[in-house]
């Protein structure tokens, strides 16, 4: 196999990014207004809208959970948040 054509195991990749950011959110001193400026002023057009489609998809999954936990009698803001952006996102995607 050519080394341009070397296969990339892209789960793996997806595994290790989402357990760095799950380290870095959870540390105590861990600055989310930050992370969202630089984002939003720092990086390219291109890369903002990579991480919104994350955004939307996160929502998409927390909305569902939000569903399951409320069936078994748990929930928090952030799972009834998304479940109320997940229903504005659906109405955009009409």
């Known amino acids: 196999m050519s080394k ?17 950011m799950a380290e870095a959110v ?11 400026d630089v984002i939003s002023t720092d990086m390219p057009l291109y890369t903002q ?5 994350l955004v939307k998809w996160i929502i998409k999954f927390e909305a569902r959970r ?7 009698g748990n929930t928090t803001e952030s799972l009834m948040l998304a ?4 229903d ?4 955009l995607e009409k």
Do not use: Q
Not at 4 to 20: G, M, Q, V
Not at 26 to 36: E, Q, T
Not at 66 to 72: M, R
Not at 83 to 86: I, P, S
């Open 49 to 53: 809208g990579r991480i919104m489609e």
């Open 66 to 72: 939000f569903k399951t936990e409320w069936e078994k």
């Open 26 to 36: 959870d540390w105590p001193y861990f600055n989310f207004a930050v992370m969202a």
């Open 88 to 91: 504005v996102l659906e109405t």
């Open 4 to 20: 341009y054509t070397k296969s990339i195991d892209i789960k793996s990749k997806e595994t290790n990014l989402a357990n760095h």
């Open 83 to 86: 479940d109320a952006l997940n």
